[in-house]
């Protein structure tokens, strides 16, 4: 419940924002008509990035969707974990990367699509993928995709907001609403307010795969075997660092489960949880970590800030909650 409260709070803030920017230009102006334009031009190019990405993503990610035939034992798990969920099942595809990570993406339930890599394929037991699948299945339940393109909206409207009056008062744009200096000074608060809304955007992300962990729970998969799977995967997408596969796959790691740039730094603080160094987070590891108090470095809290996902140790920390 308190995740789906803080969304629900971040989601009145950042309408707050919008809202309360538009009104003080509509009163600005002495209109409200020409800056409701900023938003129009906004959803209008989200809409079509909506619709376009799922083909960028599998041209990215060179997905093969593959048949029941081909990979039986991926479609049965998709399939359990969707009826689960209540969903249709989604097209489920192996990417030809090697990197070890699995995504999910769609513009509807109806056109969800799962997906995992050859890297993963190799690296994870059936229960560990099994939970990575039904986080995955939980972004689709939740309509994540679309939550984070609409509220991605405000911080573009913001952008093209500061843009227009900072150049209108670099160039002398004044009027009978004010001079070009008051333009460029509301461009300016703009411009701070677009900075504030991308890190509550990333905020927004980073409570939306706390709450796909939950829901992989709550389809029934163990929390340890989610912990083990992000563990080996933060040891896994290490050893892509400095890569032409880490490169390739900047612009789409929002979708997934980990965020491979973050994985060499997250190591260390790992070795916090696995105790014994077996490689794996077992079900009493989480019982001991639910305990403790994570220790994060101040440089790792702030580089959080401006990530799509969770610290690792953090959201293993969460998931030691889960845990009964």
């Known amino acids: 419940m308190w995740l789906q409260t803080r969304m629900w709070l971040l989601i009145a803030l950042m309408f707050g924002i919008l809202y309360g920017v538009i009104t003080g230009l509509g009163v600005w102006a002495s209109g409200t008509g020409f800056s409701y334009i900023y938003i129009v031009l906004a959803f209008v190019f989200l809409g079509f990035q909506y619709l376009i990405g799922p083909s960028i993503v599998g041209w990215t990610m060179r997905i093969k969707y593959v048949s029941e035939k081909e990979e039986p034992d991926l479609h049965r798990m998709v399939g359990e974990l969707a009826a689960g969920?209540?969903?249709?099942?989604?097209k489920v595809g192996i990417s030809q990367l090697n990197m070890p990570n699995a995504f999910a993406f769609g513009r509807t339930r109806g056109d969800g699509r799962v997906c995992v890599t050859?890297?993963?394929?190799?690296?994870?037991?059936?229960?560990?993928?099994?939970?990575?699948?039904?986080?995955?299945?939980?972004?689709?339940?939740?309509?994540?995709?679309?939550?984070?393109?609409?509220l991605s909206a405000i911080p573009l409207i913001l952008y093209w907001i500061a843009f227009s009056f900072m150049f209108r008062g670099m160039f002398g744009g004044g009027s009978r609403q004010g001079s070009g200096g008051y333009a460029a000074l509301i461009g300016l608060g703009a411009m701070i307010l677009y900075f504030i809304t991308n890190l509550l955007v990333l905020y927004g992300s980073r409570i939306r795969e706390y709450y796909a962990d939950l829901g992989s729970v709550k389809l029934g998969c163990r929390p340890h075997h989610l912990a083990t799977a992000l563990y080996k995967l933060a040891y896994g997408d290490a050893r892509y660092r400095n890569t032409e596969e880490l490169k390739r796959v900047e612009g789409v790691k929002a979708f997934f489960v980990n965020d491979p740039s973050r994985a060499w730094y997250e190591i260390n603080e790992l070795k916090q949880v696995d105790t014994d160094m077996s490689g794996t987070i077992d079900f009493d590891e989480l019982l001991v970590l639910r305990e403790k108090k994570v220790r994060l470095r101040t440089g790792d809290k702030l580089m959080e800030l401006f990530t799509t996902h969770p610290n690792m140790l953090k959201r293993i920390k969460h998931l030691s909650t889960l845990a009964v």
């Open 118 to 150: 050859r890297g993963i394929l190799n690296l994870l037991s059936r229960d560990e993928l099994k939970a990575v699948l039904g986080h995955e299945i939980s972004h689709i339940k939740h309509r994540d995709m679309a939550i984070i393109t609409v």
């Open 85 to 90: 969920a209540n969903i249709p099942k989604p």
